[in-house]
Protein backbone atom coordinates (compact mmCIF):
# COMPACT_ATOMS: atom_id res chain seq x y z
CA UNK A 1 0.00 0.00 0.00
CA UNK A 2 2.60 2.38 1.35
CA UNK A 3 4.73 1.39 -1.90
CA UNK A 4 1.20 1.95 -4.25
CA UNK A 5 1.19 5.87 -2.84
CA UNK A 6 4.76 6.20 -3.72
CA UNK A 7 4.46 5.30 -6.95
CA UNK A 8 1.13 7.72 -7.23
CA UNK A 9 2.97 10.49 -5.56
CA UNK A 10 5.73 10.33 -8.32
CA UNK A 11 3.44 9.60 -10.52
CA UNK A 12 1.27 12.87 -10.32
CA UNK A 13 4.22 15.07 -10.02
CA UNK A 14 5.36 14.14 -13.76
CA UNK A 15 1.79 14.05 -14.72
CA UNK A 16 1.08 17.28 -13.66
CA UNK A 17 3.82 18.87 -15.99
CA UNK A 18 2.34 16.92 -18.34
CA UNK A 19 -1.04 18.16 -17.93
CA UNK A 20 0.38 21.69 -18.35
CA UNK A 21 2.34 21.03 -21.49
CA UNK A 22 -0.88 19.08 -22.88
CA UNK A 23 -3.21 22.36 -21.83
CA UNK A 24 -0.90 24.38 -23.73
CA UNK A 25 -0.87 22.47 -26.62
CA UNK A 26 -4.51 22.05 -25.94
CA UNK A 27 -5.34 26.35 -26.25
CA UNK A 28 -3.26 26.12 -29.42
CA UNK A 29 -4.67 23.63 -31.10
CA UNK A 30 -8.29 25.16 -30.32
CA UNK A 31 -7.43 28.71 -31.62
CA UNK A 32 -6.00 27.37 -35.01
CA UNK A 33 -5.64 23.80 -35.23
CA UNK A 34 -1.68 23.74 -34.59
CA UNK A 35 -0.11 21.32 -32.66
CA UNK A 36 3.10 23.43 -31.36
CA UNK A 37 5.91 21.26 -30.87
CA UNK A 38 7.27 24.10 -29.45
CA UNK A 39 5.68 23.83 -26.23
CA UNK A 40 8.32 22.15 -24.53
CA UNK A 41 10.35 25.00 -25.38
CA UNK A 42 8.37 26.78 -23.09
CA UNK A 43 9.16 24.85 -20.39
CA UNK A 44 13.01 24.48 -20.76
CA UNK A 45 12.95 28.35 -20.68
CA UNK A 46 11.57 28.90 -17.73
CA UNK A 47 13.45 26.52 -15.61
CA UNK A 48 17.02 27.39 -17.16
CA UNK A 49 16.30 31.30 -17.47
CA UNK A 50 15.43 31.28 -13.23
CA UNK A 51 18.60 28.92 -12.74
CA UNK A 52 20.70 31.39 -14.81
CA UNK A 53 19.11 34.35 -12.86
CA UNK A 54 19.68 33.27 -9.68
CA UNK A 55 23.05 32.12 -10.23
CA UNK A 56 23.55 35.80 -11.32
CA UNK A 57 22.12 37.04 -7.49
CA UNK A 58 18.72 37.66 -8.45
CA UNK A 59 16.13 36.61 -5.83
CA UNK A 60 14.08 33.65 -6.96
CA UNK A 61 10.69 35.72 -7.28
CA UNK A 62 12.39 38.31 -9.45
CA UNK A 63 13.87 35.58 -11.27
CA UNK A 64 11.32 33.48 -11.72
CA UNK A 65 9.31 36.32 -12.95
CA UNK A 66 11.82 37.53 -15.80
CA UNK A 67 11.93 33.76 -16.99
CA UNK A 68 8.14 33.84 -17.13
CA UNK A 69 7.68 36.54 -19.00
CA UNK A 70 10.99 36.05 -21.49
CA UNK A 71 9.05 32.79 -22.34
CA UNK A 72 5.72 35.06 -22.82
CA UNK A 73 7.80 37.12 -25.20
CA UNK A 74 9.31 34.04 -27.11
CA UNK A 75 6.12 32.62 -27.83
CA UNK A 76 4.19 35.64 -29.20
CA UNK A 77 7.58 36.66 -31.31
CA UNK A 78 6.86 32.50 -32.35
CA UNK A 79 3.36 33.75 -33.28
CA UNK A 80 4.05 36.55 -35.14
CA UNK A 81 7.13 35.64 -36.92
CA UNK A 82 7.06 32.41 -37.93
CA UNK A 83 2.95 31.09 -37.51
CA UNK A 84 1.13 34.91 -38.89
CA UNK A 85 3.19 34.36 -41.84
CA UNK A 86 2.65 31.17 -42.95
CA UNK A 87 -1.34 32.15 -42.69
CA UNK A 88 -2.78 29.55 -44.59
CA UNK A 89 -0.52 26.66 -45.16
CA UNK A 90 -1.71 23.17 -44.30
CA UNK A 91 -1.34 21.58 -40.75
CA UNK A 92 1.30 19.56 -41.51
CA UNK A 93 3.61 22.65 -43.06
CA UNK A 94 2.79 24.18 -40.27
CA UNK A 95 4.02 21.53 -37.34
CA UNK A 96 7.18 21.50 -39.19
CA UNK A 97 7.29 25.10 -39.39
CA UNK A 98 6.83 24.57 -35.07
CA UNK A 99 9.48 22.11 -34.89
CA UNK A 100 11.67 23.88 -37.08
CA UNK A 101 11.20 26.83 -33.98
CA UNK A 102 11.82 24.42 -31.49
CA UNK A 103 15.30 23.56 -32.77
CA UNK A 104 16.10 27.23 -33.13
CA UNK A 105 15.05 27.99 -29.68
CA UNK A 106 17.18 24.86 -28.44
CA UNK A 107 20.04 26.24 -30.65
CA UNK A 108 19.86 29.50 -29.09
CA UNK A 109 19.62 28.00 -25.47
CA UNK A 110 22.68 26.22 -26.22
CA UNK A 111 24.64 29.36 -26.69
CA UNK A 112 22.84 31.82 -24.60
CA UNK A 113 23.09 29.16 -21.41
CA UNK A 114 25.11 25.73 -21.61
CA UNK A 115 24.87 22.34 -21.97
CA UNK A 116 24.84 21.55 -18.41
CA UNK A 117 22.63 19.95 -15.97
CA UNK A 118 20.84 22.80 -13.80
CA UNK A 119 19.50 21.92 -10.85
CA UNK A 120 17.35 24.80 -8.83
CA UNK A 121 17.69 24.77 -4.90
CA UNK A 122 14.08 23.69 -3.78
CA UNK A 123 11.62 26.36 -2.77
CA UNK A 124 11.27 25.26 0.91
CA UNK A 125 13.89 22.44 2.39
CA UNK A 126 14.51 18.87 1.13
CA UNK A 127 13.07 17.57 3.91
CA UNK A 128 10.46 14.45 2.79
CA UNK A 129 7.09 14.42 4.29
CA UNK A 130 5.63 11.19 5.60
CA UNK A 131 2.04 10.16 4.04
CA UNK A 132 1.00 7.36 4.92
CA UNK A 133 3.79 5.64 4.83
CA UNK A 134 4.95 6.88 1.88
CA UNK A 135 6.68 10.44 1.43
CA UNK A 136 6.59 13.23 -0.78
CA UNK A 137 8.90 16.00 -1.64
CA UNK A 138 8.09 19.38 -0.31
CA UNK A 139 8.71 20.85 -4.14
CA UNK A 140 6.13 18.07 -5.61
CA UNK A 141 3.49 19.71 -3.17
CA UNK A 142 4.77 22.80 -5.36
CA UNK A 143 4.56 21.15 -8.63
CA UNK A 144 0.95 19.80 -7.64
CA UNK A 145 -0.48 22.83 -6.18
CA UNK A 146 1.45 25.33 -8.91
CA UNK A 147 -0.36 23.02 -11.28
CA UNK A 148 -3.63 23.57 -9.34
CA UNK A 149 -3.56 27.15 -9.62
CA UNK A 150 -2.42 27.41 -13.20
CA UNK A 151 -5.37 24.68 -14.28
CA UNK A 152 -8.06 27.10 -12.10
CA UNK A 153 -6.47 30.51 -13.43
CA UNK A 154 -6.91 28.91 -17.08
CA UNK A 155 -10.44 27.98 -16.59
CA UNK A 156 -11.38 31.07 -14.94
CA UNK A 157 -10.10 32.64 -18.09
CA UNK A 158 -11.68 30.45 -20.46
CA UNK A 159 -15.00 30.43 -18.66
CA UNK A 160 -15.18 34.01 -17.03
CA UNK A 161 -12.96 36.81 -19.29
CA UNK A 162 -14.18 37.99 -23.12
CA UNK A 163 -10.62 36.89 -24.15
CA UNK A 164 -11.20 33.12 -22.99
CA UNK A 165 -14.80 33.50 -24.09
CA UNK A 166 -13.30 34.54 -27.60
CA UNK A 167 -11.21 31.43 -27.90
CA UNK A 168 -13.46 29.23 -26.80
CA UNK A 169 -15.88 30.34 -29.40
CA UNK A 170 -12.90 30.13 -32.11
CA UNK A 171 -12.61 26.93 -31.39
CA UNK A 172 -15.71 26.06 -31.81
CA UNK A 173 -16.26 27.69 -35.40
CA UNK A 174 -13.40 30.04 -36.74
CA UNK A 175 -15.46 31.60 -39.71
CA UNK A 176 -18.68 31.77 -36.45
CA UNK A 177 -16.49 33.47 -34.38
CA UNK A 178 -14.78 35.95 -37.05
CA UNK A 179 -18.42 36.84 -38.48
CA UNK A 180 -19.41 38.18 -34.76
CA UNK A 181 -16.15 40.73 -34.60
CA UNK A 182 -14.10 38.22 -32.71
CA UNK A 183 -10.06 39.05 -34.25
CA UNK A 184 -8.92 35.30 -34.64
CA UNK A 185 -5.35 36.28 -35.35
CA UNK A 186 -5.83 37.86 -32.09
CA UNK A 187 -6.76 34.71 -30.01
CA UNK A 188 -4.21 32.64 -32.07
CA UNK A 189 -1.22 35.52 -29.94
CA UNK A 190 -3.31 35.08 -26.76
CA UNK A 191 -3.37 31.51 -27.35
CA UNK A 192 0.39 31.18 -27.81
CA UNK A 193 1.25 33.89 -24.84
CA UNK A 194 -0.69 31.97 -22.37
CA UNK A 195 0.80 28.48 -23.31
CA UNK A 196 4.20 29.97 -23.26
CA UNK A 197 3.14 31.72 -19.06
CA UNK A 198 2.03 28.01 -18.18
CA UNK A 199 4.71 26.34 -19.56
CA UNK A 200 7.29 28.72 -17.91
CA UNK A 201 5.98 28.52 -14.63
CA UNK A 202 5.61 24.69 -15.04
CA UNK A 203 8.97 24.68 -15.91
CA UNK A 204 10.66 26.60 -12.44
CA UNK A 205 8.37 24.36 -10.81
CA UNK A 206 9.75 21.40 -11.94
CA UNK A 207 13.51 22.45 -11.78
CA UNK A 208 14.09 21.31 -8.40
CA UNK A 209 13.08 17.58 -9.32
CA UNK A 210 13.69 16.90 -12.49
CA UNK A 211 16.95 19.17 -13.55
CA UNK A 212 17.09 20.75 -16.36
CA UNK A 213 19.29 21.29 -19.73
CA UNK A 214 18.58 22.80 -23.30
CA UNK A 215 17.25 20.12 -24.85
CA UNK A 216 14.86 18.71 -22.07
CA UNK A 217 11.80 20.41 -24.58
CA UNK A 218 11.87 17.61 -26.97
CA UNK A 219 10.50 15.03 -24.86
CA UNK A 220 8.18 17.29 -23.08
CA UNK A 221 6.52 18.01 -26.08
CA UNK A 222 6.23 14.62 -27.04
CA UNK A 223 4.88 13.54 -23.49
CA UNK A 224 2.55 16.64 -23.68
CA UNK A 225 1.30 16.08 -27.50
CA UNK A 226 0.54 12.06 -25.81
CA UNK A 227 -1.21 13.39 -22.94
CA UNK A 228 -3.46 15.96 -25.20
CA UNK A 229 -4.70 12.87 -27.37
CA UNK A 230 -4.99 10.74 -24.49
CA UNK A 231 -7.91 13.21 -22.55
CA UNK A 232 -9.04 14.04 -26.40
CA UNK A 233 -7.69 16.68 -28.49
CA UNK A 234 -9.08 19.98 -27.96
CA UNK A 235 -10.80 19.53 -24.79
CA UNK A 236 -9.35 21.44 -21.35
CA UNK A 237 -10.24 19.40 -18.87
CA UNK A 238 -9.04 16.31 -21.13
CA UNK A 239 -5.69 17.31 -21.25
CA UNK A 240 -5.58 17.50 -17.68
CA UNK A 241 -6.97 14.40 -16.66
CA UNK A 242 -4.86 13.09 -19.74
CA UNK A 243 -1.66 14.43 -18.49
CA UNK A 244 -2.35 13.23 -14.76
CA UNK A 245 -3.17 9.85 -16.38
CA UNK A 246 0.06 9.72 -18.40
CA UNK A 247 2.14 10.15 -15.30
CA UNK A 248 0.30 7.93 -13.52
CA UNK A 249 0.70 5.07 -16.09
CA UNK A 250 4.63 5.85 -16.51
CA UNK A 251 5.21 5.34 -12.81
CA UNK A 252 3.20 2.52 -11.97
CA UNK A 253 4.58 0.58 -15.43
CA UNK A 254 8.12 1.32 -14.11
CA UNK A 255 7.20 0.68 -10.34
CA UNK A 256 5.32 -3.03 -11.25
CA UNK A 257 6.36 -3.90 -14.34
CA UNK A 258 9.39 -2.66 -16.38
CA UNK A 259 11.55 0.29 -15.41
CA UNK A 260 13.55 0.41 -18.34
CA UNK A 261 10.23 -0.22 -21.09
CA UNK A 262 7.73 2.47 -18.63
CA UNK A 263 7.25 4.76 -21.65
CA UNK A 264 5.99 1.19 -23.59
CA UNK A 265 3.83 0.45 -20.83
CA UNK A 266 2.24 4.28 -20.67
CA UNK A 267 2.29 4.35 -24.84
CA UNK A 268 0.48 0.80 -24.85
CA UNK A 269 -2.18 2.02 -22.70
CA UNK A 270 -2.82 4.83 -24.65
CA UNK A 271 -2.98 2.90 -27.99
CA UNK A 272 -5.53 0.60 -25.69
CA UNK A 273 -7.60 3.73 -25.46
CA UNK A 274 -7.93 5.01 -29.00
CA UNK A 275 -9.06 1.38 -29.61
CA UNK A 276 -12.05 1.64 -27.00
CA UNK A 277 -12.58 5.42 -27.07
CA UNK A 278 -11.68 7.26 -30.71
CA UNK A 279 -11.78 10.40 -29.61
CA UNK A 280 -9.77 10.05 -26.29
CA UNK A 281 -10.96 10.38 -22.77
CA UNK A 282 -12.96 13.38 -23.05
CA UNK A 283 -12.90 14.42 -26.86
CA UNK A 284 -16.35 15.24 -28.09
CA UNK A 285 -17.57 13.20 -31.11
CA UNK A 286 -16.48 14.42 -34.47
CA UNK A 287 -19.23 15.24 -37.24
CA UNK A 288 -18.26 16.28 -40.59
CA UNK A 289 -20.18 18.57 -43.11
CA UNK A 290 -19.73 17.81 -46.45
CA UNK B 1 11.29 22.60 -67.14
CA UNK B 2 7.52 22.84 -66.04
CA UNK B 3 6.56 19.88 -68.63
CA UNK B 4 9.89 18.28 -67.15
CA UNK B 5 8.77 17.75 -63.87
CA UNK B 6 5.51 16.90 -64.96
CA UNK B 7 5.64 13.40 -67.00
CA UNK B 8 7.06 10.47 -64.40
CA UNK B 9 9.42 9.40 -67.30
CA UNK B 10 10.61 12.65 -67.52
CA UNK B 11 11.43 12.54 -63.94
CA UNK B 12 12.84 9.20 -63.12
CA UNK B 13 15.55 10.25 -66.57
CA UNK B 14 16.56 13.28 -64.46
CA UNK B 15 16.96 11.68 -61.73
CA UNK B 16 19.16 8.83 -63.50
CA UNK B 17 21.25 12.15 -65.07
CA UNK B 18 21.98 13.65 -62.01
CA UNK B 19 22.95 10.15 -60.29
CA UNK B 20 25.39 9.45 -63.17
CA UNK B 21 26.58 13.16 -63.75
CA UNK B 22 27.12 14.08 -59.99
CA UNK B 23 30.61 12.18 -59.65
CA UNK B 24 32.20 13.55 -61.94
CA UNK B 25 32.12 16.91 -60.10
CA UNK B 26 33.25 15.11 -57.12
CA UNK B 27 36.83 16.66 -55.73
CA UNK B 28 36.98 13.35 -53.40
CA UNK B 29 34.95 10.68 -52.20
CA UNK B 30 33.91 12.24 -49.05
CA UNK B 31 31.38 13.99 -51.75
CA UNK B 32 30.77 10.74 -52.54
CA UNK B 33 29.33 9.25 -48.79
CA UNK B 34 27.43 12.13 -48.41
CA UNK B 35 25.51 12.12 -52.15
CA UNK B 36 25.15 8.11 -50.71
CA UNK B 37 23.60 9.69 -47.73
CA UNK B 38 21.20 12.01 -49.54
CA UNK B 39 19.74 8.78 -51.65
CA UNK B 40 19.48 6.78 -48.83
CA UNK B 41 17.50 9.49 -47.35
CA UNK B 42 15.74 10.02 -50.14
CA UNK B 43 14.13 6.95 -50.31
CA UNK B 44 12.83 7.08 -46.91
CA UNK B 45 11.17 10.47 -47.85
CA UNK B 46 9.84 8.96 -51.49
CA UNK B 47 8.33 6.44 -49.44
CA UNK B 48 6.66 8.56 -46.67
CA UNK B 49 5.58 11.14 -49.60
CA UNK B 50 3.11 7.68 -50.17
CA UNK B 51 1.52 8.57 -47.12
CA UNK B 52 1.92 12.34 -46.26
CA UNK B 53 2.18 13.78 -49.61
CA UNK B 54 -0.49 11.41 -51.43
CA UNK B 55 -2.49 9.73 -48.78
CA UNK B 56 -2.54 13.11 -46.55
CA UNK B 57 -1.33 11.42 -43.08
CA UNK B 58 0.73 12.43 -40.92
CA UNK B 59 3.65 9.71 -39.56
CA UNK B 60 6.44 11.21 -36.46
CA UNK B 61 7.88 7.63 -36.68
CA UNK B 62 8.81 6.73 -39.56
CA UNK B 63 12.78 6.13 -38.16
CA UNK B 64 11.20 3.28 -35.91
CA UNK B 65 10.80 1.30 -39.41
CA UNK B 66 13.90 2.52 -40.84
CA UNK B 67 15.57 1.23 -37.51
CA UNK B 68 13.67 -2.27 -37.97
CA UNK B 69 15.53 -2.52 -41.57
CA UNK B 70 18.88 -1.02 -40.35
CA UNK B 71 19.03 -3.74 -37.11
CA UNK B 72 17.88 -6.55 -39.61
CA UNK B 73 20.91 -6.31 -41.52
CA UNK B 74 23.23 -6.08 -38.32
CA UNK B 75 21.52 -8.70 -35.92
CA UNK B 76 20.48 -11.35 -38.69
CA UNK B 77 23.85 -11.85 -39.85
CA UNK B 78 25.92 -11.62 -36.46
CA UNK B 79 22.92 -13.48 -34.44
CA UNK B 80 20.98 -15.72 -36.89
CA UNK B 81 23.79 -16.59 -39.22
CA UNK B 82 21.56 -15.18 -42.18
CA UNK B 83 23.01 -13.48 -45.36
CA UNK B 84 23.21 -9.45 -45.57
CA UNK B 85 20.96 -9.62 -48.48
CA UNK B 86 18.26 -12.30 -46.87
CA UNK B 87 18.27 -9.91 -43.65
CA UNK B 88 17.74 -6.86 -45.63
CA UNK B 89 14.34 -8.38 -47.29
CA UNK B 90 13.71 -10.51 -44.02
CA UNK B 91 13.80 -6.53 -42.32
CA UNK B 92 11.74 -5.55 -44.74
CA UNK B 93 9.01 -7.78 -44.73
CA UNK B 94 9.17 -7.70 -40.71
CA UNK B 95 8.83 -3.96 -41.27
CA UNK B 96 5.56 -4.17 -43.82
CA UNK B 97 3.91 -6.53 -41.23
CA UNK B 98 4.49 -4.52 -37.96
CA UNK B 99 2.95 -1.36 -40.02
CA UNK B 100 -0.31 -3.58 -41.20
CA UNK B 101 -0.37 -4.64 -37.42
CA UNK B 102 -0.16 -0.88 -36.41
CA UNK B 103 -1.74 0.61 -38.72
CA UNK B 104 -5.37 -1.70 -39.55
CA UNK B 105 -7.03 -0.30 -36.22
CA UNK B 106 -5.12 2.69 -36.32
CA UNK B 107 -6.31 3.87 -40.01
CA UNK B 108 -9.76 4.04 -39.21
CA UNK B 109 -9.20 6.76 -37.02
CA UNK B 110 -9.32 10.76 -38.40
CA UNK B 111 -7.19 13.49 -36.84
CA UNK B 112 -3.86 13.27 -35.47
CA UNK B 113 -4.24 9.52 -34.25
CA UNK B 114 -1.81 8.11 -36.45
CA UNK B 115 0.74 10.98 -35.60
CA UNK B 116 0.47 10.13 -32.02
CA UNK B 117 0.52 6.31 -32.58
CA UNK B 118 3.95 5.98 -35.51
CA UNK B 119 4.97 8.48 -32.64
CA UNK B 120 4.69 5.44 -29.92
CA UNK B 121 5.59 3.30 -32.41
CA UNK B 122 9.01 4.83 -32.79
CA UNK B 123 9.81 5.49 -29.42
CA UNK B 124 9.08 1.81 -28.29
CA UNK B 125 11.82 0.64 -31.51
CA UNK B 126 14.39 2.78 -30.13
CA UNK B 127 13.47 1.99 -26.77
CA UNK B 128 13.98 -1.99 -27.52
CA UNK B 129 17.13 -0.94 -29.27
CA UNK B 130 18.73 0.56 -26.73
CA UNK B 131 17.83 -1.50 -24.08
CA UNK B 132 18.31 -5.20 -25.65
CA UNK B 133 21.84 -5.11 -25.02
CA UNK B 134 22.46 -8.30 -25.84
CA UNK B 135 21.07 -8.55 -29.11
CA UNK B 136 22.06 -4.89 -30.43
CA UNK B 137 24.63 -3.45 -28.23
CA UNK B 138 22.91 -1.32 -26.67
CA UNK B 139 23.15 2.61 -26.79
CA UNK B 140 26.48 2.22 -28.52
CA UNK B 141 25.19 0.51 -31.08
CA UNK B 142 26.73 -2.54 -32.72
CA UNK B 143 28.95 -3.14 -36.08
CA UNK B 144 27.82 -4.32 -38.98
CA UNK B 145 29.31 -6.81 -41.07
CA UNK B 146 30.69 -6.46 -44.84
CA UNK B 147 28.48 -7.92 -46.98
CA UNK B 148 29.84 -10.49 -49.65
CA UNK B 149 28.04 -11.38 -52.73
CA UNK B 150 29.68 -14.32 -55.30
CA UNK B 151 33.03 -13.59 -53.40
CA UNK B 152 32.58 -9.78 -54.16
CA UNK B 153 33.31 -7.84 -50.69
CA UNK B 154 30.44 -4.63 -51.10
CA UNK B 155 32.55 -1.45 -49.88
CA UNK B 156 33.90 1.68 -50.71
CA UNK B 157 32.08 5.32 -50.84
CA UNK B 158 32.09 4.86 -54.58
CA UNK B 159 30.09 1.16 -54.83
CA UNK B 160 27.92 2.55 -52.12
CA UNK B 161 27.11 5.91 -54.22
CA UNK B 162 25.90 3.78 -57.39
CA UNK B 163 24.13 0.99 -55.30
CA UNK B 164 22.11 3.59 -53.15
CA UNK B 165 21.33 5.70 -56.30
CA UNK B 166 20.21 3.20 -57.81
CA UNK B 167 17.92 1.65 -55.15
CA UNK B 168 16.76 6.06 -55.06
CA UNK B 169 16.23 5.91 -58.61
CA UNK B 170 13.84 2.55 -58.16
CA UNK B 171 12.19 3.77 -55.68
CA UNK B 172 11.27 6.84 -57.30
CA UNK B 173 10.39 4.70 -60.47
CA UNK B 174 7.99 3.11 -58.44
CA UNK B 175 5.96 5.80 -56.78
CA UNK B 176 5.63 7.52 -59.45
CA UNK B 177 4.19 4.34 -61.24
CA UNK B 178 2.41 4.08 -58.09
CA UNK B 179 1.18 7.58 -58.41
CA UNK B 180 -0.40 7.24 -61.97
CA UNK B 181 -1.94 4.10 -61.18
CA UNK B 182 -5.86 4.05 -60.39
CA UNK B 183 -4.75 2.97 -56.64
CA UNK B 184 -2.39 6.32 -56.55
CA UNK B 185 -5.24 8.05 -57.89
CA UNK B 186 -7.77 7.03 -55.56
CA UNK B 187 -5.08 7.81 -52.57
CA UNK B 188 -4.88 11.38 -53.97
CA UNK B 189 -8.81 11.17 -53.97
CA UNK B 190 -8.97 10.81 -50.28
CA UNK B 191 -6.26 13.11 -49.11
CA UNK B 192 -8.42 16.03 -50.99
CA UNK B 193 -11.40 15.05 -49.80
CA UNK B 194 -12.33 11.66 -47.63
CA UNK B 195 -15.97 12.08 -48.04
CA UNK B 196 -15.82 12.19 -51.70
CA UNK B 197 -13.32 9.34 -52.26
CA UNK B 198 -15.38 7.47 -50.01
CA UNK B 199 -18.67 8.46 -51.88
CA UNK B 200 -17.36 7.45 -55.40
CA UNK B 201 -16.19 3.98 -53.85
CA UNK B 202 -12.66 4.03 -52.73
CA UNK B 203 -12.36 1.56 -49.61
CA UNK B 204 -10.64 4.76 -47.74
CA UNK B 205 -9.57 2.98 -44.72
CA UNK B 206 -7.89 -0.10 -46.94
CA UNK B 207 -5.67 2.57 -49.23
CA UNK B 208 -4.32 4.35 -46.30
CA UNK B 209 -3.31 0.68 -44.22
CA UNK B 210 -1.55 0.27 -48.47
CA UNK B 211 0.17 3.45 -48.53
CA UNK B 212 1.25 3.30 -44.69
CA UNK B 213 2.61 -0.43 -45.06
CA UNK B 214 4.68 1.02 -48.52
CA UNK B 215 5.98 3.49 -46.64
CA UNK B 216 7.31 1.33 -43.69
CA UNK B 217 8.89 -1.30 -46.30
CA UNK B 218 10.50 1.50 -48.13
CA UNK B 219 12.15 3.52 -44.63
CA UNK B 220 13.14 -0.72 -43.45
CA UNK B 221 14.91 -0.51 -47.48
CA UNK B 222 16.76 2.59 -46.63
CA UNK B 223 17.78 1.48 -42.74
CA UNK B 224 19.38 -1.51 -44.49
CA UNK B 225 21.41 0.17 -46.92
CA UNK B 226 22.56 2.95 -44.30
CA UNK B 227 23.77 0.56 -42.06
CA UNK B 228 25.43 -2.06 -44.61
CA UNK B 229 26.81 1.24 -46.05
CA UNK B 230 28.00 2.79 -42.78
CA UNK B 231 29.98 -0.64 -41.45
CA UNK B 232 27.73 0.85 -38.11
CA UNK B 233 24.27 1.52 -36.35
CA UNK B 234 23.22 3.12 -33.10
CA UNK B 235 19.60 3.62 -31.66
CA UNK B 236 19.37 6.81 -32.66
CA UNK B 237 18.64 5.81 -36.73
CA UNK B 238 15.63 4.91 -34.98
CA UNK B 239 14.99 7.76 -33.01
CA UNK B 240 12.42 10.64 -32.95
CA UNK B 241 14.80 13.42 -34.09
CA UNK B 242 15.50 11.27 -37.00
CA UNK B 243 11.54 10.60 -37.50
CA UNK B 244 10.97 14.94 -37.47
CA UNK B 245 14.25 14.69 -40.38
CA UNK B 246 12.46 12.24 -42.72
CA UNK B 247 9.24 13.90 -42.39
CA UNK B 248 10.68 17.53 -42.77
CA UNK B 249 12.45 16.12 -46.13
CA UNK B 250 9.02 15.52 -47.71
CA UNK B 251 7.51 18.63 -46.72
CA UNK B 252 10.27 20.96 -47.34
CA UNK B 253 11.01 19.29 -51.12
CA UNK B 254 7.37 19.65 -51.11
CA UNK B 255 4.36 17.50 -50.16
CA UNK B 256 3.33 14.88 -52.96
CA UNK B 257 6.44 15.61 -55.12
CA UNK B 258 9.04 12.90 -55.81
CA UNK B 259 11.79 14.76 -57.00
CA UNK B 260 10.66 17.44 -53.60
CA UNK B 261 11.60 14.55 -51.72
CA UNK B 262 15.05 14.03 -53.22
CA UNK B 263 15.91 17.90 -52.93
CA UNK B 264 14.24 17.99 -49.32
CA UNK B 265 16.43 15.28 -48.40
CA UNK B 266 19.63 16.58 -50.01
CA UNK B 267 18.91 20.27 -48.29
CA UNK B 268 19.03 18.40 -44.91
CA UNK B 269 21.90 15.80 -45.35
CA UNK B 270 24.06 18.62 -46.81
CA UNK B 271 22.86 21.52 -44.32
CA UNK B 272 24.28 20.09 -41.27
CA UNK B 273 27.72 19.40 -43.43
CA UNK B 274 27.87 22.87 -44.72
CA UNK B 275 26.90 24.33 -41.35
CA UNK B 276 29.52 22.57 -39.18
CA UNK B 277 31.74 25.61 -39.72
CA UNK B 278 29.11 27.71 -37.53
CA UNK B 279 30.30 25.33 -34.73
CA UNK B 280 28.02 25.95 -31.70
CA UNK B 281 25.68 28.20 -33.86
CA UNK B 282 24.70 25.09 -36.43
CA UNK B 283 21.69 23.94 -34.76
CA UNK B 284 20.18 27.29 -34.73
CA UNK B 285 21.12 28.24 -38.14
CA UNK B 286 19.27 24.74 -38.86
CA UNK B 287 15.67 25.72 -37.28
CA UNK B 288 15.85 28.89 -38.58
CA UNK B 289 16.37 27.96 -42.39
CA UNK B 290 13.89 25.15 -41.58
CA UNK B 291 11.27 28.29 -40.25
CA UNK B 292 12.37 30.41 -43.12
CA UNK B 293 12.40 28.10 -45.86
CA UNK B 294 8.58 26.95 -45.17
CA UNK B 295 7.04 30.48 -44.34
CA UNK B 296 8.31 31.59 -47.70
CA UNK B 297 7.57 28.20 -49.81
CA UNK B 298 4.64 26.34 -47.64
CA UNK B 299 4.15 24.06 -50.21
CA UNK B 300 7.67 23.00 -50.63
CA UNK B 301 10.37 24.06 -52.77
CA UNK B 302 9.76 21.79 -55.74
CA UNK B 303 6.12 22.88 -56.19
CA UNK B 304 6.54 25.95 -55.60
CA UNK B 305 9.10 26.59 -58.23
CA UNK B 306 7.29 24.62 -60.67
CA UNK B 307 4.33 26.61 -60.16
CA UNK B 308 6.08 29.52 -60.34
CA UNK B 309 7.61 28.60 -63.87
CA UNK B 310 4.33 27.46 -65.15
CA UNK B 311 3.09 31.09 -64.44
CA UNK B 312 6.08 32.89 -65.75
CA UNK B 313 5.80 30.27 -69.33
CA UNK B 314 2.05 31.24 -69.45
Partial sequence: MAELLQFVFSGLTVGAIYAIVALGFTLVYNASDIVNFAQGEF????????????????????????????????????????????????????????????????????????????????????TPIAVLGATILPQSLWVLGGTLVIVAAVFWFLERTVAGKALRATAANRLAARLVGIDTTMVLMLAFGVSAAIGAIAGVLVTPITFTRYDVGTILALKGFAAAMLGGMGSPIGSVVGGLLLGLLESLGAGYISSTYKDAVAFIAILLVFFVMPQGLFGGRHIERV | ????????????????????????????????????????????????????????????????????????????????????????????????????????????LRGYYLAIATLGFGLLVALVLTSEGAWTGGPDGMSVARPVLFGWRISGAETWYWISGLFMVAGAFLALNLLDSPGGRSLRALHDSEVAAMSLGVDVATKKLAAFVLAAVYAAVAGSLLALMNGFITPDAAGFLHSIEIITMVVIGGMGSV?????????????????TFLHDYEHAVLGLLIMVFMVLLPRGSVPSIAARLRRAAA
Fill in chain 2, 1 to 108: MAKLTSSRYAQVLLLLAVVAVLPLLFPSSFYLRVAALVWISALAAIGLNILVGYAGQVSLGQAGFLGIGAYAVAVGPAHLGLHPLVAMVAGAALAGVIAYIVGKPILR
Fill in chain 2, 259 to 275: LGCVVGAAFLVMLPQTL
Fill in chain 1, 43 to 126: VMIGGLATVFLVAAGIPLPLAALIAIVSAVIVGLLLHRLAIEPAHGATPVTLIIITIGASIFIRGVAQIVFDKQFHKLQPFTGE
